[in-house]
């Protein structure tokens, strides 16, 4: 396939086909151990549509999968099996216990997708393999909320940093690399460090890059539902809404994320109590 349009439009026809695919694995027993042998997919019935080949595979995301090869490199698949792009990136960094899945490395997003080459460099490729942002990074997420975050070190002479911006799905950086850590966005707001030290604090930017919620906290978890958990310099949580004012005060030794308005908190004497949002 010579053009985008050739594989999107192969990739819709096998979408009508086929429709959803479920990642799945044979398994043997050794020992009385079971352990994977092989991963596969099957359709949303449980019919194998594409056999246990591989050794590692990551899930369908528009139209294409992930998939280790015997020679140890991933390439991609299409919901019929065929190999699409060759076998030629590293998976080191996606298959250590370390990685985070939420990052999406290596999953298509928005025509694009993270991926790290033999060198350990991360960059960007389209589904025809073409790069569409150089494999100049020490590390990227995948496509996020039409944003991905990519990580260059900076030489401070006698060590080096770490710094995040942001790239589009076109691979232009349209936020630069400033921030010390930074997360995905998430409902719009980005969560982002000032610092990488004992006194570095967070605060959250918009997609345009602008600091909307100062860095002012030692802790912070994404927004979710509107909410987000932080953690102020006493080191008890709270919660903030997304013009940055407390709505839930700082008073808890922890506190998680709300999920169907409703979040786990833990006082100072180490109850665990529901917060059910009003």
Same mark, same amino acid.
């Given at each position: 396939?010579?053009?985008?349009?050739?594989?999107?439009?192969?990739?819709?026809?096998?979408?009508?086909?086929?429709?959803?695919?479920?990642?799945?694995?044979?398994?043997?027993?050794?020992?009385?151990?079971?352990?994977?042998?092989?991963?596969?997919?099957?359709?949303?019935?449980?019919?194998?549509?594409?056999?246990?080949?591989?050794?590692?595979?990551?899930?369908?995301?528009?139209?294409?999968?992930?998939?280790?090869?015997?020679?140890?490199?991933?390439?991609?698949?299409?919901?019929?099996?065929?190999?699409?792009?060759?076998?030629?990136?590293?998976?080191?960094?996606?298959?250590?216990?370390?990685?985070?899945?939420?990052?999406?490395?290596?999953?298509?997003?928005?025509?694009?997708?993270?991926?790290?080459?033999?060198?350990?460099?991360?960059?960007?490729?389209?589904?025809?393999?073409?790069?569409?942002?150089?494999?100049?990074?020490?590390?990227?997420?995948?496509?996020?909320?039409?944003?991905?975050?990519?990580?260059?070190?900076?030489?401070?002479?006698?060590?080096?940093?770490?710094?995040?911006?942001?790239?589009?799905?076109? #691979?232009?950086? $349209?936020? %630069? *690399?400033? &921030?010390?850590?930074?997360? +995905? /966005?998430?409902?719009?707001? !980005? =969560?982002?460090? @000032?610092?990488?030290?004992?006194?570095?604090?967070?605060?959250?930017?918009?997609?345009?890059?602008?600091?909307?919620?100062?860095?002012?906290?030692?802790?912070?978890?994404?927004?979710?539902?509107?909410?987000?958990?932080?953690?102020?310099?006493?080191?008890?949580?709270?919660?903030?809404?997304?013009? #940055?004012?407390? $709505?839930? %005060? *700082?008073? &808890?030794?922890?506190?998680? +994320? /709300?999920?169907?308005?409703? !979040? =786990?908190?833990? @006082?100072?004497?180490?109850?665990?109590?529901?917060?059910?949002?009003?």
């Amino acid at each position: 396939m010579n053009t985008l349009n050739e594989i999107e439009n192969r990739i819709a026809e096998l979408e009508k086909e086929v429709g959803e695919l479920i990642l799945f694995s044979e398994q043997i027993s050794i020992g009385g151990f079971n352990y994977v042998k092989r991963y596969g997919f099957k359709d949303e019935k449980g019919k194998v549509i594409i056999p246990c080949r591989w050794s590692r595979a990551s899930f369908f995301c528009e139209g294409l999968a992930a998939v280790k090869g015997d020679s140890g490199e991933w390439g991609y698949i299409d919901k019929s099996g065929d190999l699409v792009l060759p076998y030629q990136w590293s998976g080191d960094y996606y298959e250590n216990e370390e990685y985070n899945p939420f990052d999406l490395l290596m999953d298509f997003s928005g025509g694009i997708a993270a991926v790290q080459n033999r060198e350990g460099e991360f960059g960007f490729i389209n589904k025809l393999g073409r790069t569409v942002s150089p494999f100049k990074w020490v590390y990227a997420s995948g496509i996020i909320e039409g944003l991905a975050k990519v990580v260059e070190t900076v030489d401070k002479g006698y060590y080096q940093e770490w710094v995040c911006g942001y790239i589009d799905n076109s #691979g232009h950086l $349209v936020i %630069p *690399c400033q &921030w010390y850590n930074a997360h +995905s /966005f998430k409902e719009d707001l !980005a =969560l982002v460090y @000032d610092g990488c030290d004992i006194n570095a604090r967070c605060g959250f930017i918009n997609r345009e890059g602008d600091i909307v919620i100062p860095c002012q906290w030692k802790h912070a978890y994404d927004f979710n539902e509107g909410l987000a958990a932080v953690k102020d310099s006493n080191g008890l949580w709270g919660y903030i809404n997304k013009w #940055g004012e407390i $709505v839930v %005060p *700082c008073q &808890w030794k922890d506190a998680h +994320s /709300f999920f169907n308005g409703v !979040a =786990l908190v833990e @006082d100072v004497q180490g109850n665990m109590k529901r917060l059910v949002r009003k």
